[in-house]
């Protein structure tokens, strides 16, 4: 054998011997693992969520040089995300080791591979850049509708956000915008998507008609975006169809959405106008969804929501058709404080009366309830509450937070919708997210005869413990059986005032209609139009929230006030029953499914 062979044979035999023993003699002496270089792999780019061409190789050497056999290298992602499909190697008589596919992750940046020698504290570390992918998806970055006269250009521009399949912005597409409807011109209508992926024409011109114009942004490999504007001969006039001043209590919903009537300058109503409510004053109060677009057959726009902020004492919000230096129509809210906040988060878009009538029982509630309770964080992941569809939370909750939507169900005259608290507080059980949720098939129905606002009144006091919390409080006995009853204290002493001649135990809960009515409502055969029984009255017929259901939530640890209770004549309640057609209310009411420490401590319960 070649003394060469023999001096490398007697170097791999030392090296192995060395993990055995520490040591090696010779003139050529091989030390103990020192560092792990990189060979080759190391700053790589590839798409997000791609893997690199090049797997990553390294070597482990002594002091001298020499590459180690035998030596376990573990590969584990250090940032960046994505993974790495096989996560150690063992180097082989060189010293090297060959990682497996690096998958980078779903956003742009430095991705970061750690490597260390198992049991050993050397290591280094591997870099890859990851670049956007192809476009995938075109979403607006303008407003999506405008208003301007005839032959006008528009104010702001249409421009559009060019993306790859996981939302990072793409540099360099072209996006094409094409005028469809009306005859109007495009400068600047090809324009490429800069490094925020932003891409917007120059100048979007209305074509000679008055009406309706049409321009759509599309690139290859990617959905299509319409915008719309209105022409109009001459400038628009706004008027409210609100109340211009109103009170509520801060850090709550006001209590009315502003909404204003757009017209030309004949009196004609205008749809498809753009008016844009802008908060002028009022600390830190909100407006969202603030581009509002007037309805094609009523003329009437108007914000998602408008929320008074903790710090002012009152708001402003101006309206205003973007483009158009026409007069303002401005409303302002005052606020006052209440020590019970209900807070009230659309997961859906409501149309102005179904977020009104949210608001008025929010704002009712707070009336009601006239003390504060603990507040408590909340760390919660998205979808656990609300059917699913509640985002993530990452905050102190005071003193409720309410997640409602209008869905479709299953159509007219099946279930109504579902209420009831999702988190409670331990030892109180008093709700601390709740979740509320409608038909909208029912909800029209409910609207258009004026019993809209009534029924969600009813269905928040399911989220704020009303039959959902009363056998963990233990204010109802007889549950499932044939005369169940509520035996809260306050309740009882209010009992006598209502002069039913009613010769049961009091106070009747309801026994029939099955689950989601029997248990957790007032008897319907009593109490007849109470709002808190299992039924929707007759339209015109009125529902008393009664002295007897805000003693009730007394009993349930909440500090109430009695001022805000509606008057019930039992003997003329009595007779309301031959006044039209009752509607089973249909709903299913929830009980909680995780409870909260004082310290953000989440269980699920059982």
Not at 207 to 227: E, H, I, K, M, Y
Not at 428 to 437: E, V
Request: net charge negative; hydrophobic share 45%; aromatic share 6%.
């Amino acid at each position: 054998m070649p003394i060469s062979s023999l001096r490398l044979a007697h170097r791999r035999a030392c090296a192995i011997l060395l993990l055995l023993t520490g040591a090696c003699g010779g003139d050529d002496p091989i030390g103990p693992p020192a560092a792990i270089e990189v060979v080759s792999g190391n700053n790589q780019s590839a798409a997000v969520g791609q893997s690199l061409a090049n797997a990553p190789v390294v070597k482990v050497r002594d002091a001298n040089g020499h590459g180690l056999p035998a030596i376990v290298v573990r590969f584990s992602v250090a940032s960046g995300g994505g993974s790495i499909a096989t996560d150690s190697a063992m180097t082989d008589m060189n010293g090297l080791a060959v990682g497996g596919q690096w998958f980078l992750g779903t956003t742009l940046g430095v991705n970061t591979l750690k490597v260390q020698a198992s049991g050993l504290s050397i290591s280094t570390t591997i870099n890859a850049t990851a670049v956007a992918g192809p476009p995938a998806n075109l979403s607006l970055l303008s407003q999506q509708n405008f208003a301007a006269l005839v032959s006008q250009p528009t104010s702001p521009q249409p421009a559009v956000t060019v993306t790859d399949g996981f939302g990072n912005p793409v540099s360099g597409a072209v996006v094409t915008f094409q005028v469809v409807v009306n005859n109007g011109t495009v400068t600047g209508g090809t324009p490429a998507s800069d490094a925020q992926g932003r891409a917007a024409v120059t100048s979007w011109t209305l074509g000679s008609t008055g009406g309706l114009n049409r321009l759509t942004a599309s690139a290859p490999g990617t959905n299509s975006v319409t915008f719309e504007a209105q022409g109009l001969t001459a400038a628009p006039s706004i008027v409210a169809v609100s109340p211009t001043s109103q009170s509520g209590f801060l850090g709550a919903m006001v209590p009315r959405i502003p909404q204003v009537r757009v017209t030309s300058n004949q009196g004609q109503l205008l749809g498809n106008v753009p008016v844009q409510f802008t908060t002028v004053g009022g600390g830190d109060a909100t407006v969202t969804g603030g581009l509002g677009i007037s309805n094609v057959t009523t003329g009437i726009a108007a914000p998602a929501d408008w929320r008074l902020g903790l710090s002012g004492t009152s708001s402003t919000v101006e309206a205003t058709v973007p483009g158009f230096p026409g007069p303002k129509v401005t409303f302002t809210s005052t606020g006052t404080f209440s020590p019970y906040v209900i807070d009230v988060r659309f997961l859906t878009a409501m149309t102005p009366p179904q977020r009104d009538a949210f608001a008025t029982a929010a704002n009712r509630w707070m009336q009601i309830i006239v003390g504060d309770i603990s507040d408590v964080p909340i760390n919660l992941s998205a979808g656990s509450c609300a059917n699913g569809q509640s985002p993530a939370m990452n905050e102190t909750v005071d003193d409720v937070v309410i997640f409602a939507q209008v869905v479709t169900i299953d159509g007219v005259g099946g279930v109504l919708g579902s209420a009831g608290p999702c988190i409670r507080r331990t030892g109180s059980f008093l709700t601390a997210i709740g979740s509320m949720r409608f038909d909208i098939a029912d909800l029209v129905g409910l609207q258009n005869t004026n019993r809209l606002e009534p029924v969600i009144l009813h269905e928040m006091a399911h989220v704020l413990g009303f039959g959902t919390i009363w056998v963990d409080k233990g204010v109802i006995v007889g549950s499932g059986g044939a005369d169940p009853v509520f035996i809260g204290t306050e309740a009882l002493s209010v009992w006598p005032s209502f002069n039913l001649g009613y010769a049961g135990i009091p106070v009747p809960v309801e026994n029939l209609f099955g689950a989601g009515t029997r248990d957790a409502h007032w008897r319907e055969s009593i109490l007849v139009a109470e709002l808190m029984t299992g039924f929707i009255e007759a339209p015109g017929v009125p529902t008393p929230l009664s002295k007897l259901s805000i003693a009730s939530m007394k009993d349930l640890g909440y500090s109430i006030s009695y001022a805000t209770a509606d008057p019930y004549a039992g003997n003329l309640m009595s007779m309301l029953r031959a006044v039209g057609e009752k509607v089973a209310i249909n709903d299913i009411v929830e009980n909680a499914q995780w409870e909260v420490t004082p310290l953000g401590v989440i269980r699920r319960l059982p």
